[in-house]
């Protein structure tokens, strides 16, 4: 599977993380199918509500995927996740693979230093139980 981001969502998520740290951000991924490819057309910021830690944590509010999911179901729908490492690697952390859910798409951006770098893209293998990096291309 390849992970398809327009640049202007890719600077959204930079910003995002920006503001945010050195807490994480997070967010969704929103668009369409494309035979292997999943094209992202749409980005929308979500609240970290985690209770604590939000240096190395994200929670968001499951009213609100429950509200994206339905949202976006058809032809545009919702692919994935995307969060922010502040001063940690592009990496998925143990908690991230706890709480990984099949079919998303899930994004890390690593922001060192408050300056955004590396980003990357992550599939869960539930039978392994553990994510896949998959291919990520910048339009
Ligand atoms: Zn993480």
């Not at 390849?2 to 930079?14: A, G, H, K, M």
């Not at 179901?73 to 991230?96: E, K, N, V």
């Amino acid at each position: 599977m390849d992970l398809v981001l327009p640049r202007s969502i890719l600077e959204d998520i930079r910003a995002h993380a920006r503001e945010t740290y050195p807490e994480e951000c997070c967010g969704f991924l929103i668009g369409r199918e494309d035979g292997t490819r999943r094209v992202v057309t749409q980005g929308r910021r979500a609240r970290n509500v985690h209770p604590e830690m939000r240096e190395v944590r994200y929670t968001i509010d499951p009213r609100d995927v429950l509200h994206v999911d339905r949202e976006f179901r058809a032809d545009i729908r919702h692919l994935g996740f995307y969060h922010s490492h502040p001063d940690h690697p592009a990496q998925p952390s143990a908690f991230d693979l706890e709480r990984a859910w099949p079919y998303y798409v899930y994004a890390i951006l690593a922001i060192p230093r408050g300056e955004p770098s590396e980003l990357t893209g992550w599939l869960l293998d539930a039978e392994q139980r553990a994510f896949k990096e998959v291919a990520l291309t910048i339009v």
